[in-house]
């Protein structure tokens, strides 16, 4: 079984930096690509960014291009978000989500990612 443990979130002030970490466990983590989404409260879950499964070709949402920064240790069979520069309307929910089938590509969209971790909260103060 699949298992997805976000960790890492919390309250910072805005211009300030957290790191998102996301576990991975149930199958072979180095095969598959894995996204980094976030919702809001009252707004539908977004795309933030996503890797391919060889650490190659990262692809970010407008929102998070030049400010975050995303990255896999397949060692550790684990992805991360680096955030810096945060704004308040960084403020959400953030979610890892790994697709159900291997794929050179890099996902982007909800419906291309099958597996989902619970989400750990980001509040950025002003």
Known sequence: ???????????????????????????AFRNYAMGWFRQAPGKEREFVAAINWNNNNPRYADSAKGRFTI????????????????KPEDTAVYYCA??????????????????????TQVTVSS
Do not use: F
């Open 1 to 27: 079984q699949v298992q997805l443990v976000e960790s890492g979130g919390g309250l910072v002030q805005a211009g300030g930096s957290l790191r998102l970490s996301c576990a991975a466990s149930g199958r």
């Open 71 to 86: 990255s896999r240790d397949n060692a550790k069979n684990t992805v991360y978000l680096q955030m810096d520069s945060l």
């Open 98 to 119: 790994s697709p159900r089938s291997l794929t050179i590509a890099t996902p982007y969209r909800n419906d291309e990612y099958h597996y989902w971790g619970q989400g």
